[in-house]
């Protein structure tokens, strides 16, 4: 199983990036997924996560600015990013809860993809 990261890039102070995120691989059921972040000399941190139905979660940084959805079909999860900060600026990963067989569960991280604000 993979998750393959696109979308990011350099952007100016209030400028605007969709992340997009794609699974692919044995997949039997694809759980909650979710985009972490890690600026430089700091921890990896949640963003934003969704369940299989489609119920959100959101650090308190970036509510009311991002927007997590997943297309289940699809196996992806995007991230939509406005009002961007030079404080947004980390390294995005995509995180995702698969069950490759029916029993186990297991963890998953994408390679990450940069984000660079510009103030």
């Known amino acids: 199983v993979q998750l393959v990261e696109s979308g990011g890039g350099l952007v100016r102070a209030r400028g605007s990036l969709k992340l997009s995120c794609a699974a692919s691989?044995?997949?039997?059921?694809?759980?909650?997924m979710g985009w972490y972040r890690q600026a430089p000399g700091k921890q990896r941190e949640l963003v934003a996560q969704i369940t299989s139905v489609g119920s959100t979660n959101y650090a308190d940084s970036v509510k009311g600015r991002f927007t997590i959805s997943r297309d289940n079909g699809k196996n992806t999860v995007d991230l939509q990013m406005i009002s961007l900060k030079p404080e947004d600026r980390a390294v995005y990963y995509c995180?995702?809860?698969?069950?490759?067989?029916?029993?186990?569960?297991?963890?998953?991280w994408g390679q990450g993809t940069q984000v660079t604000v510009t103030s």
């Open positions: 691989g044995s997949i039997f059921r694809i759980n909650d």
């Open positions: 995180n995702a809860y698969i069950q490759v067989i029916r029993t186990y569960e297991f963890e998953y």
